[in-house]
């Protein structure tokens, strides 16, 4: 793996929607799955400086997970194991991934994060847009389980993070060690630390289970505090979690890095806590309070369902992507600031603007959900609801009889076509026929 950097932008609709399609786009969500999975651990059970979180939302769901530029220590470090493992994970080497907090003193297991991956061959839905629609629905339930660990916060002082990768011994060479992690004295301690982690069953809880298919991932965790809203599915007997047949473990070798960690760069990190202090309020704002900073220009203040939304990083407002004429967030601007923080001389929207808004935001919902967006036609002004269907019907996208409206197939790439048409820019009008030559699906 050569990326160097843990990219780190959320997991998107158009990821999903790709995911379902081909082994390499489905290792890309994968990729993306995992690290926000953990950012968002780390962000719900400790209390790490959240200068180094961003918020992001999924059907109404905030939230949160690294950014792409980390500053604290600790943090980045953790960036550097996850990609690690991903390594092993894209030369189909990866058989478990733990994520463990341990105390400061004598490493007593307190929480224990494991990713148990499935490598299957073939894709044999028969139905993508139905093994799609799950896809999503696992992945909002993985997201709102981590949400609901809600046990008291680890505090930075008492803890420590390591990683534990286990390995389908039968591909893996021997000699196999993946970037970022050092082994030479840690192989029998790492078996023992990981045991100790299986034996962890005060709280045994299934936090969520994605398949794409090509890849089938399930993450559940232990830990000795009860919480108080995730539901507990299973209970899992220590026989079936035990490691690889060999024992074969790879442990991140955290001491190491706390030798390297000078008493200057811990400073730094407290200095930049005590910085980004106002940054961190905003962030830890109830969700009612953000919802209640929705402005976008559609003017219609609601999430729909697999719509993506972005937060201006100046004001916090959230806007839907597809208004902002994308489909995936991974083409917006990061950190992304409105256009209202860019240009404080704009003026009010107007009828023209809200109209093309709507009518992206009914092109990125039937794109991803499959059917007619009654939710957004009946909630739009009248006046425009004649010639959104008009435009939809003369673009061949739905048929209409009767009053009922359907949506024809193979209509993806009119619509992806339709975004790089319409795709609003810094650098020209909204109403542009000149495509976007950024976009790429």
């Known amino acids: 793996m050569a990326a160097t950097k843990l990219a780190c932008r959320g997991v998107t609709n158009a990821l999903i929607h790709n995911a379902v399609a081909t082994n390499e786009d489905s290792k890309k969500y994968i990729e993306k799955l995992i690290p926000t999975a953990i950012g968002f651990i780390l962000h719900q059970r400790t209390d790490l400086s959240r200068a180094d979180f961003e918020t992001y939302t999924r059907n109404g ?15 980045k ?3 550097k194991w996850i990609i690690g493992a991903l390594d092993a994970f894209t030369r189909n080497y990866l058989r478990e991934l733990y994520l463990v907090f341990t105390d400061t003193v004598n490493t007593e297991i307190l929480e224990s994060y494991k990713f148990q ?9 028969s139905d993508i847009s139905l093994l799609e629609q799950n896809l999503r629905k696992a992945t909002d339930k993985l ?18 993070p390591y990683i534990c990768l286990t390995y389908y011994d039968q591909v893996t060479p021997v000699d196999y060690e993946p970037p970022f992690y050092e082994f030479d004295d840690y192989n029998s301690e790492g078996i023992s630390l990981l045991e100790n982690s299986l034996q962890l069953c005060n709280s045994n809880i299934i936090l969520g289970c994605v398949d794409t298919s090509f890849h089938l991932v399930q993450c559940q965790c232990k830990t000795i505090q009860q919480s108080n809203e995730s539901n507990r599915e299973t209970s899992e007997t220590l026989n079936s979690l035990k490691i690889n047949d060999s024992n074969e473990l790879k442990l991140s070798n955290y001491r190491t890095f706390q030798n390297q960690l000078s008493s200057s760069s811990l400073v730094e990190s407290q200095i930049l806590k005590s910085e980004n202090s106002s940054k961190e309020l905003k962030s830890d704002l109830d969700t009612d309070e953000r919802w209640d900073k929705f402005n976008c220009s559609c003017l219609l203040k609601e999430t729909f369902y697999n719509i993506d939304v972005v937060e201006c990083s100046k004001c916090s407002c959230l806007q839907h992507i597809s208004c902002l004429g994308f489909l995936g967030l991974d083409d917006v601007m990061n950190p992304y600031i409105c256009k209202t923080c860019k240009d404080k001389t704009s003026t009010s929207i107007t009828l023209s603007e809200q109209f093309f808004c709507i009518f992206r935001l009914i092109l990125a919902y039937i794109f991803f959900n499959k059917r007619f967006p009654y939710q957004i036609t009946n909630d ?15 673009l061949q996208i739905i048929d209409s009889v009767d009053g009922r409206h359907s949506v024809r197939k193979e209509i993806d790439g009119l619509i992806i076509e339709c975004f790089r048409k319409w795709n609003q820019t810094n650098d020209r009008d909204d109403k542009s026929d000149v495509p976007n030559k950024r976009r790429k699906f």
């Open 61 to 75: 769901l905030m939230y949160k997970t690294f950014k792409k530029k980390v500053r604290n220590p600790i943090v």
């Open 77 to 79: 470090q953790l960036c």
């Open 117 to 125: 991956i499935t490598y299957q061959q073939d894709n044999l839905a």
């Open 143 to 160: 997201l709102l389980s981590i949400s609901k660990l809600n046990m008291e916060k680890l505090k930075t002082d008492e803890f420590l």
């Open 380 to 394: 739009c002004p009248k006046i425009f609801l004649t010639r959104l269907i008009q435009k939809l019907e003369n």
